[in-house]
Structures are given as structure tokens and as C-alpha cells.
């Protein structure tokens, strides 16, 4: 696995391009009467542009298609490819998309028209790859991919296809086919279901094929052996009784040219390792009848077995045969001798395999080294436990030992993140590994476009799940360590929660912390107006107000910036702050801390009459006093504060009697 950074370059000017039309419709198109979208007259889109801009159109709104009516006539537009994941689909989209000649037609997590199955069966001529994962919010309705096909049958006005019969002969009428991914679909046999052996049989030049998570009926993967092409299969999860394993493994070995076969389970769903009777034979049987396979993932199963070495005790003299052969690596997974995999997957697997050495694979999935972890990301960023499973041995890493591939791990990460963008424990898990990559000794190694991924992705987990406090902390630490933009700004939400100006005080005070630079810009930029607003707002909110009283004692910290603090306006709000209650000491110590830095510069720059010097130090005075001997601190830093530094004499021997004691650091 390389180590190596991509070169620092901004993105291309056609996808900058691309981008602006995207969110500037008005550009290239026009809005008819009926609104309707048409490409505007005179403007003319390159054929190898479309699928490009379709793409940029998505970025913008997936979910929303009034765009796709730009593409009705296809003279003008023609489109190859086109993935509407996660969108809800009418019968004219459908019919609009599928009269171009589609390649590639991707439909995750979509719910689907009912002319769905007709309109795919218009591109029987060009479609190439079809993939389809069932919705969870569709999964007990008709408006599923099998599902359309039990209700067509149940329509007498089908149109067949020649002497072929729908529902008889085929399903969807696509024989060049090679790419067909059905995840999540019921093939159970029953009166008027669609039948996993009428749709595989006419797609013979199938060489991909993904019936993951699917629930079937093991006499229907007969059809795998008609399948002649097939050179990658993944049967991962799929939903069968513990005796009919074996079975499946039958029909498996009668597909002879595989290259790549998946059988892994996922055991944290289901509590336990898949259990196989006769592991090692049934290895040993995949080995002899698949000649040609170079990748085999086997996670959360019991079937890869160290094989137990018998130790004699003779003590006798060992020839020099003996010790070559000792010498020899053997493997150590029992049923793989002599096989040599580019990839062998063993994540959750009985008796973690994955730690023992003379692993028979280029590349392994598992937990026990980073490459391991790495790959394991890579390869499961579609599985949300175990791709969580792994982000989480990442975090380890980071946090506990040191990640020397930093590059791959953001990589991956970013991956798993974008694919999964409303799993909460993905967003939370890959953004605490994030916070290592950004502050970590390649960090100057990160490239502009990379930057530009990182948070985008990181501000749209804190939009998805803005009511977890642990997400928005690790989002904005992340952000905070990267170099803001001399241009960036704080843009103020119309309805504000009590949320999102905590994360965000939170973000002023990393960014402000010992940077005078942007102490000044906060006071520059209209910042105490916001305090000001923020105070009267949320007075009873203790974590905004320690947020925010820790923001004004780093700029209270720059000496330059301490005249601007002296405004009685600003003076008499800090003053009664003193007094505060509000998350035990938190808010009257930060803001006592302001008050020793503007005491610190003498009577002579206290430049306001009211509230009087004399008058705060005795506020302030009390307020130490106050402060039970008894109570602790959670200070995230590994010094003392600055303000401590700089209390007048008059203070250091209360401050010492009153907090030395009392003060812990985590």
C-alpha cells in the first residue's frame, strides 16, 4: 500500500466549470411555461460532458430531479451513465432517463417508479451494469425492484419480447449485461415472486455478479452454473439456515472461472461467527474447483483454521532435511496450501487469523496491523458495522500508537464517510480519526483538493447530526487545525440553536487561542456585538457562556487589543459575570482571568470612570473567595494559564490559597 501524497494541483478548469453551471442553471438553460427545464438555444453540451455535468447537477441536490427534464430531448444530450442513489423516481424521470443508451444504471436506496422494470428492459442493446440496493424505507412495500416484478406478473398487459414470455423466460431483457448487483432482495419461492433462476438465465454474459444481503431460496443459485462468465461473485449475508451452507458452496464450485468470491458474514449483526461443520474440507474443496481464484473473503466465519502442529519430545539428532523443511514458511489457514491470494479477507473471524504470520495473501482485511485496518476501510466502506469496526481500530492507532500511512488512511476514511453520510457512528468514528490526520506531522502534505473533501465532509456530518455534541466537537476541532482562508466568515443562521452557537464559540475559542492575528479580526468584525447578543440570548446556557468567556480572555490575553475592552458596556458585563453560578466556577474564573490581564497594565489604563477599578476589585476579590475550596476543573491544556501569570500581587496570594489545591487536569 503506497505512502505516497498526490501532487498538490487545483482542480481542472472543466470541473470548475462544470461546477458553476451546476449551481448557475440559468447559464445553459431555460425554465418553460410548465417549468420545465430546456437546454438553452444555441447552447450545445459535448457528448463527453453530460455525464460530467449530470454529476455536478447532483452534488448540488441530489434528491431533487427537476433537472432531468433538460435531458428529454435526447439530440441535443446523451447520456451513458447516471446514478440517481437515494432519489425518489416518478414514471417521467424513468421514462426520460432510460431513452438515452445507457451503460451504467445505478439505483441505491432509490424508490423506484412502477414503469421501472419496463423502461429498463428499453435498453436491452446498451445497458452494461445495473446495480440495485433495496431501500430500507421500501422494504415492506410493492415499490421494490421484486416487488415490481411479483405485480407485473400479476398484469396481463406485458409486452413480450418475441417468443419469450416476461415472467417465463425473463425479468429484464438486458442479454449484454455484465455488471448486475441486487442487494437486499427477496427471491423467496411463492406464488407470483420473482424467481432468482428466471433472472439470471438469459444474462449469460454476466461476469459480476452481487446478491449480498438477499433472501433466497438455495435450489435458485442452480442458476449459477449457466453462468459461464462469471468471474466475481458476492454472496455476502445472504440469508440462509446454518445446515444449507455447504450447499451453497456446491454451487459455488460449479462457477469455474471465478477470480473473486465473497461468503463473509457479518458477525456483529448476527452475534457470532458464521459456523460451517466442516470448515477445512469445504476450503479445501472451493481450492480444487476453482482453480483460477485470487481473491477470497472469509470474514465472520469460522472456516479459516490454524492448523494444530503435533510437538514430539524425542530427543534425537535432526538431519539436514528436517531442518530445511522446519525452515520452510508454511501456511498457516488449514485448507489454502499452496494458494496465493492479492486478497483474503479475515475481519471478525473466529480465532482472529488475521494476527498469525505466513498469511497466504498480498493483502489482508483484519484488525491487527495498520495495513490490515487500512484495507479493511477500503474494502467494507459499503457495510456499516464492519466498516465502523475498523474506523474504530484506526482511532486506536492514532491515538494510542502512530499511523505511518497517513495518506491512505484519509483516503479511506473519506470514503467511508461520504458513503454512508447518515450513519451516525461512521461520521463520529472517521471524523476522530480526521482530527489526528490534520494536526499530524504530514499535515503540510495534505492537498488543496483533499482539504476541500475533508470539509465538506466534516460540515456535512455536523448538518446531518447536529443534535450530537460528539460529532460537532470533533468537526470543529478537525476544522480548527486546518489554515482558515483569510476569507472566511461566520454566517449567521436565521433561527439559531443553542447547538450551533455552542460549536461555534467553541471554534472562536481554538482559533483565537494564543493568535493574536485573529483576536484582532474577532474584534474587527463586528464579534463583540455578537457576545453582546449572545449573553442576553442564552444567560441560562453554561456551556455557550464558558465558550464565550474563554474567546474574551484570549483576546483579554493580547496587550494591543486590551484598550478596545475598555468599554463600560463591555466592563460592567464581565463584572457581573463574577458573580456567576453557571457550571460551577467555569464562567467566574474566565471571567476573573479577564479581569487579572486588564488589572495587570496598571491604574493608569483603566480608562473608564464606571464601573470604578476599585470597585471590580472588590467584586473580584469576592468572587475568589467565593469559590469552594472543594472544586475541580477539567482544563484541557498542558500549562497554566496566562492569566494566572499576570495577576497583581494583590491576587496571587488569594488565587493560591483558594484554587492551588483544587484545580485537576485531564
Not at 552 to 578: H, Q
Not at 635 to 660: H, P, Q, T
Amino acid at each position: 500500500m503506497t505512502n505516497a501524497w498526490p501532487s498538490n494541483r487545483p482542480d481542472t478548469l472543466e470541473n470548475i466549470c462544470l461546477g458553476v453551471c451546476a449551481q448557475n442553471q440559468e447559464t445553459f438553460c431555460v425554465e418553460d411555461p410548465d417549468g420545465k427545464l430546456s437546454v438553452r438555444p444555441g447552447a450545445d453540451i459535448l457528448p463527453g460532458v453530460v455525464d460530467r455535468l449530470v454529476t455536478a447537477l447532483q452534488k448540488d441536490d441530489v434528491l431533487d430531479l427537476k433537472w432531468i427534464s433538460l435531458f428529454r430531448d435526447t439530440s441535443l444530450t446523451r447520456l451513458t451513465r447516471i446514478d440517481l442513489s437515494r432519489c425518489v423516481l416518478g414514471e417521467t424521470e424513468m421514462d426520460i432517463v432510460t431513452d438515452h443508451p445507457l451503460q451504467e444504471l445505478i439505483l441505491t436506496d432509490t424508490v423506484l417508479s412502477k414503469n421501472t422494470v419496463e423502461c429498463i428492459n428499453k435498453l436491452s442493446r446498451t445497458l452494461r451494469i445495473l446495480k440495485y440496493e433495496n431501500n430500507p424505507q421500501e422494504s415492506m412495500t410493492d415499490l421494490t425492484f421484486t416487488g415490481l416484478i411479483a405485480d407485473m406478473l400479476e398484469n396481463p398487459q406485458i409486452n413480450n419480447v418475441g417468443e419469450k414470455q416476461f415472467g417465463k423466460d425473463f425479468f429484464i431483457n438486458t442479454p449484454n449485461l455484465r455488471i448486475l448487483s441486487l442487494r437486499d432482495c427477496f427471491f423467496k419461492e411463492s406464488h407470483q415472486s420473482c424467481n432468482l433462476q428466471i433472472l439470471l438465465n438469459p444474462l449469460n454474459r454476466l461476469t459480476h455478479l452481487d446478491l449480498s444481503r438477499c433472501l433466497l431460496d438455495i435450489v435458485q443459485l442452480q442458476s449459477l452454473q449457466n453462468l459461464h462468465n462469471l468471474m466475481w461473485l458476492n454472496l455476502s449475508q445472504i440469508m440462509l439456515m446454518p445446515d444449507e451452507l455447504e450447499q451453497v458452496l456446491e454451487h459455488v464450485c460449479k462457477c469455474k472461472n471465478l477470480r473473486h468470491l465473497d461468503i463473509s458474514c457479518d458477525a456483529m449483526e448476527h452475534h457470532g461467527v458464521l459456523h460451517y461443520d466442516n470448515g477445512e474440507k469445504c476450503l479445501k474443496k472451493l481450492m480444487s474447483c476453482l482453480p483460477y481464484l485470487t481473491s477470497l473473503d472469509l470474514s465472520g466465519t469460522d472456516l479459516p483454521k490454524i492448523p494444530q502442529e503435533t510437538v514430539s519430545h524425542k530427543l534425537e539428532p535432526t538431519s539436514k532435511g528436517q531442518q530445511t523443511r522446519v525452515a520452510e514458511k508454511k501456511c498457516c489457514i488449514a485448507g489454502l496450501d499452496g494458494r496465493i491470494f492479492e486478497f483474503l479477507g479475515l475481519l471478525h473471524c473466529r480465532g482472529d487469523p488475521c494476527n498469525e504470520e505466513n498469511l497466504p495473501a498480498k493483502q489482508v482485511s483484519g484488525h491487527a496491523t495498520e495495513e490490515q485496518v487500512l484495507i479493511s476501510i477500503q474494502r467494507y466502506y459499503d457495510r456499516d458495522n464492519a466498516l465502523t469496526s475498523s474506523l474504530n481500530s484506526l482511532f486506536k492507532i492514532f491515538r494510542y500508537s502512530e499511523v505511518k500511512n497517513h495518506c491512505a488512511a484519509l483516503e479511506a476514511i473519506l470514503l467511508g464517510m461520504r458513503e454512508n453520510q447518515c450513519d451516525k457512528q461512521v461520521q463520529i468514528s472517521g471524523s476522530a480519526s480526521l482530527f489526528y490526520i490534520v494536526k499530524g506531522p504530514h499535515k503540510e502534505n495534505i492537498t488543496y483538493l483533499q482539504k476541500r473533501r475533508l470539509i465538506t465532509c466534516l460540515l456535512d456530518a455536523m448538518e446531518r447530526q447536529h443534535d450530537d455534541m460528539t460529532m460537532l466537537r470533533n468537526g470543529c476541532l478537525t476544522i480548527c487545525n486546518q489554515a482558515i482562508p483569510q476569507d472566511v466568515t461566520i454566517l449567521a443562521h436565521p433561527h439559531p440553536k443553542v447547538w450551533c452557537l455552542v460549536s461555534a464559540w467553541s471554534t472562536l475559542w481554538n482559533v483565537t487561542d494564543e493568535t493574536a492575528a485573529n483576536c484582532e479580526k474577532f474584534m474587527n468584525n463586528g464579534g463583540m456585538d455578537l457576545f453582546k447578543d449572545c449573553l442576553q440570548r442564552f444567560v441560562d446556557k453554561p456551556e455557550l457562556l464558558r465558550n464565550m468567556m474563554g474567546l474574551m480572555g484570549n483576546i483579554a490575553e493580547v496587550k494591543f487589543l486590551r484598550p478596545k475592552l475598555m468599554d463600560p458596556e463591555y466592563i460592567t458585563m464581565f463584572s457581573n459575570l463574577l458573580d456567576s453560578k453557571s457550571d460551577g466556577i467555569e464562567v467566574s474564573y474566565n471571567a476573573a482571568g479577564i479581569f487579572s490581564h486588564l488589572m495587570s497594565d496598571g491604574p493608569d489604563a483603566w480608562t473608564i470612570s464606571c464601573p470604578a477599578r476599585d470597585e471590580v476589585i472588590d467584586r473580584l476579590t469576592n468572587a475568589i473567595e467565593r469559590w469552594p475550596i472543594n472544586c475541580s476543573r477539567n482544563i484541557n491544556y498542558r500549562y497554566w494559564s496566562s492569566a494566572a501569570c499576570c495577576l497583581s500581587d494583590l491576587f496571587i496570594e488569594l488565587l493560591d490559597m483558594k484554587i492551588g489545591k483544587a484545580i485537576t487536569v485531564n
